[in-house]
């Protein structure tokens, strides 16, 4: 963060000084004007930084959050939305199903979708305790501390990525075995900021409850998924 303010007022000093060498001499470009005003917003943005690792953090934690509520709204409202539109149709006899599938989820793909809005809802919970513990523990006085946080903010920029290809594999046409692979994979980058979190500074005895709780909820939704998706994938292995 410090060093990519940093680059951004170098490269506009090095940008306007360049305009005033190209310049002729007592002239003032709508170049300078727009360099000068580019120095002055990146050196604005690098006043403005965190003070210390453990805002920085904060910050970082705060940012994923966001992103992390917004897909899973996003989520919750498009299976209020998706609901079958040829539900009220019979099936063609000749065909064996109802208009095209690939726009609505089928039963079995809204079986597999609760289990999967439980880890994203585990993902909101995980941000919004971690971050409230680094508010409340978090310290930058040592190098170890310091570590610890940065290790907590490298892992935890992974959740809401993670979500967002969950996200983007849950809508129809589903295909099980890539939601299995993107669950999979965010329960796995769950469960190593629980870990993280838990062996670090900001996790003394009395927080230690929720960890083990949203530890719990990770397993538990991640083993629904493989019930789920154990069908399809026996299906799957017959026809190779």
Known sequence: MVRDATTEVVE???QLTETILNTPLESLSQEQLISTGSVWEACEQASNLPRDNQAAVVSALAACLGVVKDALEEMEHALVEGRDPYSDIMEDEELGFRGN???????AD???????????KASKACLKKVLGVVKAHGKADSSEQIAQ???????????????????LSMYP?????AVRLNAAKLASVLKKVLEITKTSH?????EEGWVQFL???VDHNMDKIKNFTQGYLADLLCRI
């Open 12 to 14: 506009g000093m090095i």
């Open 101 to 107: 599938r690939d726009t609505y989820w089928s039963e």
């Open 110 to 120: 809204r079986k597999l979708l609760g289990p999967c809005m439980g880890l994203m």
């Open 149 to 167: 946080l940065d290790d907590l903010a490298d892992i935890a920029n992974e959740i809401s990525p993670s979500v967002d290809e969950l996200a």
């Open 173 to 177: 046409p589903m295909n099980q075995l």
């Open 202 to 206: 900001v996790c003394p005895p009395s």
């Open 215 to 217: 530890t719990g909820a």
